[in-house]
Every structure is written in structure tokens, then in C-alpha cells.
């Protein structure tokens, strides 16, 4: 069984950093791109960041490029998101996800095979 779990999140205030980690149980990510999605009290969930399989592309959404940074490590079993100049609009609960290629989890919706079940993230103005 394929599990990802999350972690980094926490109590930021605007303006700072936080880097989420997202590490997978079962085989490693070299094979699979992975993205982070992000979930808002009363909002739906919605795409921020992926990674292809190789590192080598990357893709953000409008709101978060230039503050956010996504990256996996050289053993390809973790995926990080680098988060800065964290503004209150950033709250919401991170989630990571598993997909075959970086077109399909930018894609909407999203298709990936494993989730994380998420890591929470608190911005205060």
C-alpha cells in the first residue's frame, strides 16, 4: 500500500516561511510526477505546484510563482514545497499527490493515483 504523508505545516505569520515536506511509503517518486494542492476553509481544493518526474519542469499556479518553490530530493523520496513571503490567503490544508505525468495533475481535475492526507498551513496577518 502506497501511502504519502505530509508534514512542515504549522503557525506562520505574514510575511515568513515554511517548507512542507511530502514523503512516499511505497517505491520512490522517480517514476511519478508529483504536485501539491491546497484546500481553503470553504473553498474548493485547488492546484499549486507540480514536478515532473525528472526535476527538470516545474509548474505553478499565477497566485504562488515567485514565493513558492517546489523540489524533490536526488533519491527522489521526498518532494518539498518552499514556501516564502507567506500571505494570510495561504491558509488552508496542503495536500501532496501522486500522478503518471506533471500534464495530468495540472489538468482539472487533477488526476493522480495516491493522496497525502494533508498538512495544515495557518498564515495570521
Known amino acids: 500500500q502506497v501511502q504519502l504523508v505530509e508534514s512542515g505545516g504549522g503557525l506562520v505569520q505574514a510575511g515568513g516561511s515554511l517548507r512542507l515536506s511530502c514523503a512516499t511509503s511505497g517505491r520512490t517518486f522517480s517514476m511519478y510526477a508529483v504536485g501539491w494542492f491546497r484546500q481553503a476553509p470553504g473553498k474548493e481544493r485547488e492546484f499549486v505546484a507540480a514536478i515532473s518526474r525528472s526535476g527538470g519542469n516545474t509548474y505553478y499556479t499565477d497566485s504562488v510563482k515567485g514565493r513558492f518553490t517546489i523540489s524533490r530530493d536526488s533519491a527522489k523520496i521526498t518532494v518539498y514545497l518552499q514556501m516564502d513571503t507567506l500571505k494570510p490567503e495561504d491558509t488552508a490544508v496542503y495536500y501532496c499527490?501522486?500522478?503518471?505525468?506533471?500534464?495530468?495533475?495540472?489538468?482539472?481535475?487533477?488526476?493522480?493515483?495516491?493522496w497525502g492526507q494533508g498538512t495544515r498551513v495557518t498564515v495570521s496577518s
Open positions: 499527490a501522486r500522478g503518471d505525468t506533471l500534464g495530468l495533475l495540472i489538468r482539472t481535475p487533477p488526476s493522480a493515483d495516491y
